[in-house]
């Protein structure tokens, strides 16, 4: 069983950087596909970045790249989203989710679709 848990939201202002943090317990970072995905009040979770079980391919949506880039630190069974330029529309809750990645080592994922593990999610208020 995959844990997943993030940190490192809060309530930042317009033009502000923030980097969350989702560790992970139960299984390495080499056998999953990792990603965040977010959640305004009233909108539907959408897909932020994901990356894949070896670091080496990653996704952003458009509303977010160039502005966030999303890591990994096996060492530390951790992943990270550093977001940068932030706007108030990056208002959400932010959740880290991954998926068991056994083929394809350069795998992604670009949809919640079939994705086993969640974590509970952090806050991030951007204020105008």
């Known amino acids: 069983q995959v844990q997943l848990a993030e940190s490192g939201g809060g309530l930042v202002q317009a033009g502000d950087s923030l980097r969350l943090s989702c560790a992970a317990s139960?299984?390495?970072?080499?056998?999953?596909?990792m990603g965040w995905f977010r959640q305004a009040p009233g909108k539907e979770r959408e897909l932020v970045a994901s990356?894949?079980?070896?670091?080496?391919?990653?996704y952003y949506e458009d509303p977010v790249k160039g502005r966030f880039t999303i890591s990994r630190d096996s060492a530390k069974n951790t992943i990270y989203l550093q977001m940068n330029s932030l706007k108030p529309e990056d208002t959400a809750v932010y959740y880290c989710?991954?998926?068991?990645?056994?083929?394809?080592?350069?795998?992604?994922?670009?949809?919640?679709?079939?994705?086993?593990?969640w974590g509970k999610g952090t806050l991030v208020t951007v204020s105008s």
């Open positions: 989710a991954a998926t068991l990645s056994r083929g394809y080592s350069e795998y992604i994922f670009r949809s919640d679709y079939g994705l086993e593990y």
């Open positions: 990356i894949s079980r070896t670091g080496g391919n990653s």
């Open positions: 139960g299984r390495t970072l080499s056998s999953l596909a």
